[in-house]
């Protein structure tokens, strides 16, 4: 069969392979100069390709399950002896996180784009596809007729790198439904000036977040403070589910309890009573986290430890324990590492991710309703949703 893949990043290039070595004439499409410019970017330029531990739990959507036939069709493991088998070698991380050995998204994309031209897929670059037509069970794709087509064109998160919302548009034209689409895996910006002063600083928090009180879900890791917002991976876990006027509370010292840390701040403070106020946290804390938790107490800087009181330390130790933030919004889409929404997974086969509404169109990757968690996910469900599609079943 002839084949057009519309989307040269992770999971085109996936589905191209695979189509290749199933033995059909291939074309990748890509508008942009060169395939895999976003996948260069992924892992801060180191490429966290899979993660160990990957499962349904790591995946929202309107049915998130809608990912379980893909990842047990192309596990971890098997995209791990895939990998191997394309000449990458890789390892993990403590948290499951895994990388090329060589710490260098190129090598994740030399490894690819070798394979497609070993194999023969044809690749046409700075080639944007804006329609598809469909004509007596074939498909007119760039002035040629395909017997099927595969959209991996992703998302428009990362617009700074290409996202746009193309894929979207051409599944649409043929009749596909598209749910809401918003920024995933984003920077949260919060209402409290204090933050400005904490721009770079990193600290490892359990983070609540909370709707008009009441705890809408929780998780720890590490936490970077940005200017007018905070970011990381917990948060960006959390970026998709939070509303405007959510509240985040940091619990900063998560080993130890507000009793606890009140008695070693009261022993701080007898044992060194000469002592300026805004070193109350010193070794506690972050040297600039602390002194913003003395501010914030409305504590005076060049106070001596001496002269404060019970109620004084108390405050100190609650508000190391809840550090709240009032989220006023997200990051957009340039800043945002996927897009939650897509084309509504209700219409495609799980187990081939055949159309429902069009024999022989397929999707894969981010076009499709499916956001994962940060940590290699997203990868993932990449590699393996473009495998499953290559197949064309």
């Avoid at 996936?14 to 070595?21: S, V």
């Avoid at 971890?76 to 990388?99: H, I, K, M, N, Q």
Wanted: some cysteine.
């Amino acid at each position: 069969m002839k084949v057009a893949v519309i989307g040269g990043g992770a999971s085109g290039l996936a589905a191209a392979i695979t189509a290749r070595e199933g033995g059909h004439d291939v074309t990748l499409f890509e508008r942009q100069a060169r395939v895999g410019r976003k996948l260069m970017a992924t892992g801060n330029g180191r490429c966290n390709l899979t993660n160990l531990g990957a499962s349904v739990d790591n995946y929202h959507g309107a049915d998130a399950a809608f990912v379980a036939a893909a990842l047990s069709e192309f596990t971890v493991s098997d995209t791990l002896a895939w990998f191997s088998r394309l000449g990458l070698v890789s390892e993990p991380d403590p948290e499951g996180r895994v990388y090329p050995f060589s710490d260098q998204a190129g090598s994740v994309l030399d490894v690819l784009r070798f394979r497609c031209d070993a194999i023969g897929v044809r690749t046409e670059t700075g080639t944007e596809i804006k329609e598809i037509r469909r004509k007596s069970g074939c498909f007119a794709v760039n002035g040629e007729q395909y017997d099927c087509i595969i959209i991996a064109c992703g998302g428009r998160a990362g617009e700074h790198l290409g996202g746009t919302g193309l894929g979207y548009d051409l599944l649409r034209s043929l009749g596909h439904r598209i749910t809401p689409l918003t920024p995933g895996l984003v920077r949260l910006k919060t209402a409290e000036e204090i933050t400005r002063m904490l721009k770079g600083v990193r600290a490892k928090a359990c983070v609540r977040l909370l709707r008009r009180g009441r705890l809408v879900c929780e998780k720890s890791g590490e936490v970077q403070f940005s200017d007018g917002g905070v970011s990381g991976i917990v948060v960006m876990d959390m970026s998709s589910l939070a509303r405007d006027g959510d509240a985040l509370s940091l619990d900063l010292l998560p080993p130890v309890n507000a009793e606890k840390l009140q008695k070693i701040l009261a022993a701080r403070a007898s044992s060194t009573p000469s002592e300026s106020a805004e070193n109350l946290l010193a070794g506690v804390l972050h040297s600039r986290l602390g002194k913003a938790v003395i501010k914030r107490c409305g504590l005076d800087f060049g106070a001596k430890l001496a002269g404060l009181g019970e109620k004084d330390i108390e405050k100190v130790a609650k508000t190391v324990k809840d550090f709240a933030l009032t989220i006023t919004g997200r990051a957009g889409f340039p800043e945002a590492q996927v897009t939650c929404g897509g084309a509504d997974t209700a219409e495609f086969k799980p187990f081939s991710l055949e159309s429902r509404l069009v024999p022989g169109l397929y999707a894969c990757g981010e076009v499709l309703d499916v956001d994962g968690d940060c940590g290699g996910y997203n990868l993932q469900w990449a590699w393996s949703s473009g495998r499953l599609a290559g197949c064309l079943r």
